[in-house]
C-alpha cells in the first residue's frame, strides 16, 4: 500500500464506475515533465513503501533536471511482462530451475511464481522451408511443431504451474503485433488489496523490440530474460532517471513515401544524435498527422535508434485504434478519462521540458533503404545503384562476376554479385501497418497485370504480424497477386528478420557457395546485421514492403530504380517502379474498404486457446518440471549448482587471458547467434553426438533451454572476427594454455581455460552488445568463463545483462582503446579493486595491468560500469537470479 506522502491518492469516476488513481499533479513541477516521465512518476506515487520508494525519489522526479546527467537511481515496477518464445523458454527454463533450487534448499518452490501479468507469444520457432507454394504455410507449421514440441510442452507445463501466466499459441503473430492489437491495456484497472485502481499500462519484453508498444502510448521497453525474470518475480527495476530527447515532428508526408521510409530517416537521425541510455519523446503538431500504425512502427525501431523508449502520447488516434482492434467501449472510455485527468493527454502546441532537442519536417522524408549490415545506414533510394557500388568490393575482389544456374525445372540463368536471393516482407516493424502492407499488395496486383514475375533466383516470402493481415488481404481480394507472384504466407511469426530464413533455392546456393558471390537479401524488417538473414547472404538490406516486390521483380542491388526497368511486360515494353507503385489516396482506400473491428474482435476472441494442435499437447503437471536427461531443447540450468545460501565475497581478477579482442558495433547477434547450427561446429557436433539428425538441428535460438548448445554457439557467428586470431572468421581463439597459442574453436578454448583455472576477459570498441536483447550473449559469455569485458562503450541491455549474470563491465579511459593502449590480446590481465565492493560501496574505477610475454606491463584505470546500487547487489550475488532466490528464501 502506497505511503501517500504527497496527498496523490483519489478517485476517477468513468461512467459510473469508481477507480483509485495516484494524480501526479500532487507533485510540484509535475505539469511540465514530459510524458514519459509522468508515467514514472505515478509509478512511483503508486508504489511509495518509505524504504525502497521514498517521498524524496518522488520529489527528485518532479524537480527534475532536464540537462542535468542521470545520477538519481528510481526503482521502477512494470505493469507486466512480455515475452517472445527464443527468450521466453529460456526465461520458464530458468524458473524452473529456480523452483527446483528452492526446493533443494528447503524452501517453497511455489514461491518462484509470477506476481506480475505475464504473457509470451510463440512467434520465433517457424522458419520459412516451404515458400512460394500454396501449402507453405501448412507443411512449415508442420516442421515447426515436429522440431519443437519438447519447448511447447514445457510451455504447457508453465501456463497450468505458474499464476498469471499466459501463453498465446504458434501462428497467431509476432510478439509486438499481438500486443498493440490486443494484449496492450494502454491503462490497466486491477483490483489491488481489495480496490480497483486505474494506473497506466507499462511493460518489459525480452525482446528489444517490446518499445513498438510505445506507440500506443505504453511506456515499455526491452531488457534481458534474467532482468524480466526478476520483475515477475516482483523485483522493480532499478534505473537512473533518464535523460529525455524531445523529437519535435511537423509537416505531413508526401505522396509515395511510407512509414518506412520515416522510420528509416528517424533511425539516422537519432543514431547520429546519439540516443543510447535515454528516453525518446516525440511531440508537436505533426504528431497528430501520424497514423497509430506508423506510430507504432517509428517506436518499434527504438532499439536501432540506440534509445531505451521512443514514445508517443497517448490522443484521439490511439483511442480510434483501440476501437478498431476491438477492445472494449468500457476500456476506451477508461484511457481517454485516465489520460486527461493525468495531464498524458496530447496537446499538439505544448512543449515539455526536454534533455535535447531534435526536429522533422515530415515532408523531406524521400524513399530510402538502408543497408547493407546496419540499420542506422541509410540510403537514399535515388543513390542506392551508386551506394551499392561503392560497398560491393568490399564484399567481392571480382565484382562483376557471373556463374550460370540451371534449376530443377529446367530454367537457367546467370546469378552475379548483388543478386536479391531473398526478399521478404517479414518482422514486426511493417507487418503491423495496414498502409505498407496493402500497399505491397498493390504493387503486386500492378506487376501482375503487367505480366511481371520476380526473377527466379529470388526466395520470395509474406511472414504477417497477425492473422487480421490475412483477413484484411482476403477482403481486399489482392491475396490472390501476392500468390501468383510468389509471395505465398510462409507463417505467422518473426521469420526472416531474425534469421528463420530457411534454405535458398537449392541451385542457387550452390552457386553462391562454390563461387564466393556476394549476394544481397532485401527484407521488411528491423535487422540487417552480418550472418544473420541467412549464412549465404553477405549484404542484406532493409526497405519497405512495397519495395520488397520491387526489388524481388528486378532481382538485383545493381539498378537504379528511378532510370532503369525492373523488367519486360507480357508485351515485351519495359515496365519501371513508377508503373507498378501505387499513390497514397490508392492505399488509403483500400486500407478504409478492406479493415473492420469485427476481423480483430473474431481473431483474438479466444486468443489463448489455441488450435487442435496446440490443444493436444502433452501437458506435464505438477509445482517441479520433470527434466528429461535425454533431451536437446530442455536442460536444467546450471547456474544455481553449489550456491550456498549466503554470497561469497567477489575477488579482484588474477592471471587471466583475452578470449576475444572484437571491433566496434559488435551485436548481441555476434555474441549469441540465433541463426542456423553448421554441423562441423561444437554445437552441430554436439547435436549429432547426442543423435539428432543434421535435418533436425533447428536454430541456436530455438535451443536456447539447452545451455551446452548456447555455450558452444556463444561467440560463434559466422562473420565474427576475433583479432586474436587474425585471418579467421566465426567461433575461433587462440588457446594460450597450450604452447605456441594455436588457433582452435572459441569453446574448446574456453573449456581448456576452465580446466586450467584460467579466468577470461574479453576486449571490445563502441556500441558493444548492440541489437537484440539476448540474455545468452551474457549468458553464454559467463559460462564460457568470461570474468571481465572491457569496451569503449555498451548498448544499455547487454551491460545490464553482463551484471545480472555476474560479468564485471569496464570500459576503457575516454579516449582510449586496446590498440591506442598497445593491447593485442596475448597478455595476462590482471584486474584489482573490484574487492572494495565486498564493503558495500561501488568504486568509479578499478585497476587493470596487463603484462606482455616481455615482461612489460600495460596499466591504466578502467571506469566501472555498474551505475546502480542495486546492479552492485546483483553483482555481489553472483547476479540477479542468485539475488532474487536468496532474497524469496529470507522472506
Not at 520515416?262 to 537521425?269: N, Q, R, S
Not at 525445372?409 to 521478404?424: H, M, P, Y
Request: glycine share 10%.
Amino acid at each position: 500500500m502506497s505511503a501517500n506522502s504527497f496527498g496523490a491518492k483519489t478517485t476517477l469516476d468513468v461512467a459510473g464506475k469508481q477507480y483509485e488513481i495516484f494524480k501526479v499533479d500532487a507533485v510540484p513541477g509535475s505539469d511540465t515533465l514530459p510524458y514519459s516521465l509522468k508515467v514514472l512518476l505515478e509509478n512511483l506515487l503508486r508504489t511509495e513503501d518509505g524504504a525502497n520508494i521514498t517521498a524524496a525519489d518522488i520529489a527528485a522526479l518532479g524537480e527534475w533536471v532536464a540537462d542535468s546527467e542521470p545520477d538519481r537511481e528510481i526503482q521502477f515496477t512494470p505493469a507486466r511482462v512480455i515475452m517472445q518464445d527464443f527468450t521466453g523458454v529460456a526465461c520458464v527454463v530458468d524458473l524452473a530451475t529456480m523452483r527446483q533450487a528452492v526446493a533443494d534448499l528447503g524452501g517453497d518452490a511455489s514461491k518462484i511464481n509470477p506476481l506480475a501479468p505475464a504473457e509470451l507469444v510463440i512467434d520465433h520457432s517457424v522458419i520459412a522451408e516451404y515458400f512460394g507454394t500454396p501449402d507453405a504455410l501448412t507443411k512449415n507449421v508442420d516442421v515447426e511443431y515436429q522440431r519443437n514440441e519438447e519447448r511447447y510442452k514445457l510451455l504447457r507445463w508453465a501456463q497450468t504451474a505458474f499464476d498469471e501466466f499466459k501463453v498465446v499459441p504458434p501462428g497467431t503473430g509476432i510478439v509486438h503485433q499481438v500486443n498493440i492489437e490486443n494484449l496492450a491495456r494502454v491503462v490497466f484497472a486491477r483490483e489491488v488489496n481489495g480496490v480497483l485502481q486505474a494506473y497506466p499500462d507499462t511493460c518489459v519484453g525480452t525482446d528489444s523490440h517490446t518499445t513498438m508498444v510505445n506507440g500506443l502510448g505504453v511506456v515499455g521497453w526491452g531488457v534481458g530474460g534474467i532482468e524480466a525474470e526478476a520483475a515477475m518475480l516482483g523485483q522493480p527495476i532499478s534505473m537512473l532517471i533518464p535523460r529525455v530527447v524531445g523529437f519535435k515532428l511537423s509537416g505531413k508526408l508526401n505522396d509515395g513515401v511510407t512509414a518506412t521510409d520515416l522510420v528509416l530517416t528517424i533511425t539516422e537521425m537519432l543514431r547520429k544524435h546519439g540516443v543510447v541510455g535515454k528516453f525518446v519523446e516525440f511531440y508537436g503538431p505533426g504528431v497528430s498527422q501520424i497514423p497509430l500504425a506508423n506510430r507504432a512502427t517509428i517506436a518499434n525501431m527504438s532499439p536501432e535508434f540506440g534509445s531505451t523508449i521512443g514514445v508517443f502520447p497517448i490522443d484521439s488516434k490511439t483511442t480510434d485504434y483501440l476501437r478498431m482492434t476491438g477492445r472494449s467501449e468500457e476500456q476506451i472510455a477508461l484511457v481517454e478519462a485516465y489520460a486527461k485527468a493525468q495531464g498524458m493527454w496530447l496537446d499538439p502546441e505544448a512543449e515539455a521540458r526536454y534533455s535535447e532537442k531534435l526536429s522533422l519536417d515530415l515532408s523531406t522524408v524521400v524513399p530510402s533503404t538502408s543497408g547493407p549490415k546496419r540499420p542506422q545506414d541509410r540510403i537514399v533510394l535515388a543513390e542506392s545503384k551508386a551506394k551499392y557500388a561503392a560497398a560491393i568490393p568490399t564484399y567481392t575482389e571480382d565484382v562483376a562476376k557471373a556463374v550460370p544456374v540451371t534449376l530443377a525445372d529446367g530454367t537457367s540463368f546467370e546469378l552475379k554479385n548483388g543478386a536479391v536471393t531473398v526478399a521478404a516482407i517479414t518482422s514486426c516493424t511493417n507487418t503491423s501497418n495496414p498502409s505498407v502492407m496493402l500497399g505491397a499488395a498493390l504493387v503486386a496486383k500492378k506487376a501482375y497485370d503487367l505480366g511481371l514475375k520476380p526473377k527466379p533466383w529470388v526466395k520470395t516470402t509474406v511472414a504477417p504480424g497477425s492473422q487480421v493481415v490475412t483477413d484484411y488481404y482476403a477482403k481486399s481480394g489482392l491475396q490472390q497477386y501476392l500468390d501468383a507472384l510468389g509471395f505465398n504466407t510462409v507463417g505467422y511469426g518473426c521469420v526472416t528478420c531474425i534469421g528463420n530464413t530457411g534454405p535458398l533455392i537449392p541451385e542457387v546456393s550452390k552457386a553462391i557457395n562454390d563461387n564466393n558471390l556476394a549476394v544481397t537479401a532485401v527484407l521488411s524488417g528491423n535487422r540487417n546485421f552480418e550472418g544473420r538473414i541467412s549464412p549465404d547472404v553477405k549484404m542484406n538490406y532493409l526497405a519497405s514492403p512495397p519495395l520488397v516486390i520491387v526489388y524481388a521483380l528486378a532481382g538485383t542491388m545493381d539498378i537504379d530504380l528511378a532510370s532503369e526497368p525492373i523488367g519486360q511486360g507480357a508485351d515485351g515494353r519495359d515496365v519501371f517502379m513508377a508503373d507498378v507503385w501505387p499513390t497514397t489516396e490508392e492505399i488509403e482506400a483500400v486500407v478504409a474498404e478492406s479493415i473492420s473491428a469485427d476481423m480483430f474482435a473474431s481473431r483474438y476472441a479466444d486468443v489463448f486457446a489455441g488450435d487442435a494442435r496446440w490443444q493436444n499437447l502433452p501437458t506435464p503437471s505438477g509445482e517441479l518440471f520433470a527434466w528429461d536427461e535425454a533431451s536437446t531443447y530442455i536442460r536444467r540450468a546450471p547456474y544455481f549448482d553449489g550456491m550456498p545460501a549466503t554470497p561469497e565475497p567477489v575477488k579482484d581478477v588474477l592471471g587471466a587471458r583475452a578470449f576475444m579482442k572484437l571491433g566496434d558495433s559488435v551485436t548481441t547477434d555476434h555474441i549469441s547467434p540465433a541463426g542456423s547450427i553448421k554441423p562441423e561446429t561444437p554445437a552441430g557436433q554436439y547435436l549429432s553426438g547426442h543423435g539428432v539428425a543434421r535435418g533436425d538441428f533447428n536454430s541456436l535460438g530455438s535451443r536456447r533451454g539447452n545451455h551446452e548448445v548456447m555455450i558452444r554457439g556463444t561467440f560463434a557467428n559466422i562473420r565474427l572476427r576475433n583479432q586474436i586470431a587474425p585471418g579467421t572468421e566465426g567461433g575461433f581463439t587462440r588457446d594460450f594454455t597450450q604452447p605456441d597459442g594455436p588457433v582452435v574453436y572459441a569453446f574448446d578454448a574456453a573449456e581448456n581455460y576452465a580446466k586450467a583455472g584460467v579466468p577470461l576477459v574479453v576486449l571490445a570498441g563502441k556500441e558493444y552488445g548492440s541489437g537484440s536483447s539476448r540474455d545468452w550473449a551474457a549468458k553464454g559469455t559467463t559460462l564460457l568463463g568470461v570474468k571481465v569485458v572491457i569496451a569503449e562503450s555498451y548498448e544499455r541491455i547487454h551491460r545490464s545483462n553482463l551484471i545480472g549474470m555476474g560479468v564485471i563491465p569496464l570500459q576503457f579511459p575516454d579516449g582510449e582503446n586496446a590498440d591506442s593502449l598497445g593491447l593485442d590480446g596475448t597478455e595476462v590481465y590482471d584486474v584489482t579493486g573490484i574487492e572494495a565492493l565486498n564493503a558495500g560501496t561501488t568504486p568509479k574505477t578499478v585497476h587493470v595491468a596487463a603484462t606482455k610475454a616481455n615482461g612489460s606491463v600495460i596499466e591504466f584505470e578502467a571506469p566501472l560500469r555498474i551505475d546502480t546500487p542495486g546492479e552492485a547487489d546483483y553483482y555481489r550475488n553472483g547476479g540477479i537470479l542468485q539475488y532474487v532466490l536468496r532474497s524469496l528464501l529470507t522472506k
